[in-house]
Every structure is written in structure tokens, then in C-alpha cells.
């Protein structure tokens, strides 16, 4: 017997196959994107308090209502757009699950959906899931600027659906209002959506900024926004998430998410009200904390000759090897892991072209592993060929 064909052109995730590489290695895990720090304590607080008290049974599908309002509230602060709790937000097991529904909800079977190169490695694989055929647009190194015409020419081809991530995993670009209102142009032309995957957006390095898609003229009634709390409460084990879009599109999400998973746990739903709740002066801590990770590791990348790309957002940093001499990336993280002892992910498992010369590193870890981590990098140099 045969397995279906949908699974056969895609492998597992290369990510979290390296976090098991640095197990085996006892390698520092610079690869898959959590940190080895505490949420805030408001909410550990709260989660002990739930324990006792509940809610311990199901929440309504698609999320418990104080958690949507409490969710809507904060979106509003942040990007001036009002959304109504009851028709525009689902809670998901997070944005892993959110952005799967949404696909599944926006593109039928056979359509195309637009990805920008390099992207987070679900991404083709959800389209492929959903018997969709990813097109891939190239962001061009060292910048990862994009031309708009070969991003017109995918939706001139047939896209029903761009997915976009901003500020980008891997490559930590923000990309710029103008950027946005190139391709908020080029779908509106097109009659097309765009599903964006906002995860990083509290995670921005001045003096760059985060335009949220959904707020440009026009682009409210075609976007669908996924996120997640995990990065910006690190919180990566509650796997909470969400989507946001026009009532009329998330109906149909709201299917998908029901029949995918029935619901998000309740009793992490009701301990999260303690972070959609916390006050400004987090989220200034929160970039204050994460430029000085950027700050410090990069200055140890620099202090080792490591070439790189500095990021705007999120907290990765894509390294070029290109000078080891290595034909695969994936020997080179191997290698890296059981003879250096800090652990990253190939590049070529973010890229649809050829390329094997990157690798990604995070830098989401206390200082004392930051700093562990270069210590050991020091030494990179010895699998040079």
C-alpha cells in the first residue's frame, strides 16, 4: 500500500529536524526559534491560578469571547484597525494551524498561491497540503528586495493568494510601506488575497517600523492576518494562535479551524487574557531586549569574520558560508553541530533556488547562552575546506 501522494514532495521539517541534531551533539540549539527564558510572570501567574480554577472543558470553537475581546482590544491599540470579536477573529492552535485554514479557506484546489524566496518552510508545504501550487517570487540578497514584476507576473499566471511574512523568517527583513503598497496595488489588480504571517510584529529594530497589510487602502476586505502569541510572550508550548479577516472569509476559516482541531486548549486561552493585557511599556522592554540579543550576537559574528545579513525584525540572522567550502549546507550544519557545537539550519530549506550557502541562526536565548554559543563559534573556522 501507498501513501498519498501530496506527502512525497516535501519532507519533514528541516527546523525541528535540527533541534534533534543538537540533542544527539549536545550542540547549543541556535536553530529552532525558542527561547530558553521565562514568559512574563503575569502570565505563569495566571496559568497557576487556571490549574485550580479552570476552565478545564471545551471553549467555543473558535475561541472562549473574553479572549477575543481582550484580543480585538489589543489589536486595535496597535494597528488603529477595529475588529469585531464575534465575526472577525478565530483562535487557533497556533499560527502553525492558523495559516493552514486560512489557505484552505481562500484557495480552492489546482489554484496557485504566490511565496515570496526565502520563506518559513510550512508554507510550500501547506499549499501542497491543500493540493495548491506554491509560485515562488525571489527576494533578492543582500537587501531581499523584490521585483515587482516577477511578483506581477505569478498572479499573471494564476495566484490566488500571496503569502506573506513581515518581518521575514528567515531573513529578518521589514519590508517598507512602500513595499506594501507595491503589492497592495498588484492585489487589488488582481482580485487576489494576501494571508500574512505577523508573528514578529512586536519584534522590530529601529529605525524600522511594522505597516500592518491589512490597514492600507483597500487591502482590509482581502487580507487575512495570522499570528501567534508565541513569540512575543515566549510562550512556543501554549501553540496558541489566531487569524483575523472580513467576517465573510473568516466564516469559512472558522469551518476549517472546527473540523482541523475543534479548539485551542481553554485553560491556556483563559491564563493568555494576562498578556493581551499587559501594558505598553512590555512591548518596549520586549524590543529593547530582543536589539540587544541582535546587538550582541552580531558583534560575535563580526568578532569571528562570519559574513551575514543584519536583521530589521524577528530574531534570526542569516549567515553566508559560502567561503567554507562546502557543497551542502546540511553537511555544514551537521558538522557544525558535532564539531563546534552550536546547532543552526541550512539555508537551502528556506530557498526554492539553488542555494547552499546560507545558514540560519536565532538569537532568541539569555546572554549566557548568546555568549556560550560564541564562544564555541570561535571555532568554526576549523571546517573550513
Known amino acids: 500500500m501507498q501513501t498519498s501522494l501530496r506527502t512525497a514532495s516535501f519532507t519533514d521539517s528541516v527546523i525541528r529536524r535540527m533541534t534533534r541534531v543538537c540533542l544527539k551533539y549536545d550542540a547549543i540549539n541556535l536553530s529552532q526559534g525558542f527561547p530558553d527564558f521565562d514568559p512574563p510572570a503575569e502570565l505563569t501567574k495566571r496559568l497557576s ?16 469571547q473574553n479572549v477575543r475581546e481582550a484580543l480585538a482590544a489589543k489589536i486595535k491599540h496597535f494597528s488603529g484597525q ?3 470579536p464575534n465575526s472577525e477573529l478565530v483562535i487557533t492552535c497556533g499560527s502553525t494551524e492558523a495559516m493552514m485554514a486560512s489557505v484552505l479557506a481562500t484557495v480552492n484546489p489546482g489554484e496557485k498561491v504566490a511565496i515570496f524566496s526565502p520563506f518559513y518552510e510550512n508554507y510550500g508545504a ?11 517570487v525571489p527576494l533578492k540578497p543582500p537587501s531581499f528586495t523584490f521585483d515587482p514584476a516577477e ?13 506573506l511574512c513581515n518581518p521575514s523568517n528567515p531573513c529578518g527583513k521589514v519590508f517598507t510601506r512602500e513595499e506594501l503598497e507595491t503589492i497592495s496595488d498588484i492585489i487589488r489588480r488582481y482580485d487576489a488575497f494576501v494571508i500574512t504571517d505577523e508573528v514578529y510584529e512586536h519584534l522590530i529594530f529601529k529605525p524600522h517600523t511594522h505597516t500592518y ?13 495570522c499570528n501567534s502569541f508565541s513569540k512575543t510572550y515566549s510562550i512556543t508550548g501554549w501553540r496558541l494562535g489566531y487569524v483575523q479577516g472580513p467576517a465573510h472569509i473568516i466564516e469559512a476559516v472558522r469551518k476549517v479551524h472546527d473540523f482541523l482541531t475543534v479548539g485551542a486548549a481553554a485553560p491556556l486561552q483563559e491564563a493568555l487574557i494576562a498578556g493581551l493585557t499587559l501594558p505598553d511599556s512590555y512591548y518596549e522592554q520586549l524590543q529593547e531586549t530582543y536589539a540587544k540579543k541582535r546587538e550582541l550576537f552580531c558583534s560575535g559574528l563580526d568578532e569571528i569574520g562570519l559574513e551575514y545579513y543584519r536583521p530589521q525584525g524577528a530574531y534570526y540572522v542569516l549567515v553566508d558560508i559560502g567561503s567554507f567550502g562546502y557543497d551542502s549546507d546540511v553537511q555544514f550544519c551537521e558538522d557544525l553541530a558535532r564539531k563546534v557545537g552550536v546547532g543552526a539550519v541550512p539555508g537551502s530549506s528556506f530557498f526554492k533556488e539553488k542555494v547552499n550557502n546560507y545558514i540560519r541562526f536565532h538569537f532568541a536565548k539569555k546572554e549566557e547562552t548568546l555568549t556560550a554559543a560564541l564562544e564555541r563559534l570561535k571555532n568554526i573556522h576549523i571546517l573550513k575546506r
Open 49 to 64: 491560578e487556571v490549574a485550580l480554577s479552570g476552565p478545564h472543558q471545551y471553549a467555543v470553537t473558535w475561541g472562549a
Open 82 to 84: 477595529a475588529v469585531d
Open 126 to 136: 501547506d499549499s501542497i497540503l491543500c493540493d495548491a501550487q506554491p509560485v515562488y
Open 151 to 163: 511578483l506581477e507576473q505569478a498572479f499573471a499566471q494564476g495566484a490566488k493568494a500571496l503569502i
Open 213 to 225: 497589510l491589512a490597514t492600507l487602502p483597500g487591502m482590509k476586505e482581502r487580507t487575512l492576518v
